[in-house]
């Protein structure tokens, strides 16, 4: 399991991390939506018939420390997850930010999931 990172850890890209790659177009993604400051991708395991991770182009390790930095891009990161599901035509979804690897956060760079295309359950598990 990955380690988690110190939380001053923010705002430049990391070497050793994955979305901070997809940013810079070392490793290639299925990008649904780019603007100066957020990144849209589909998830490569998805949870959902529409699962689009939504993510800032600055590193920071989760939303939290995101929005203490840079409130703006992370209001960024929310209204293109809402751009994101008109495009994809869905009537009702969920936007996910999971924090810490306790809560099942595996990439330690503030991301956000869209969820939808299918019935979402409350709670969730």
Known sequence: ?????????????????????????????????ETDTVVAFRDINPQAPTHILVIPKLHYPDAASLAAAEPGVLADVLREAGEVAGEEKLDSYRIVFNTGSGAGQTVFHAHAHLLGGRGLQWPPG
Do not use: H, N, S, Y
């Open 1 to 33: 399991m990955a380690q988690e990172p110190r939380r001053e850890d923010g705002g430049e890209p990391q070497d050793d991390c994955l979305f901070c790659k997809i940013v810079a177009g070392q490793i290639p993604a299925t990008l649904v939506r």
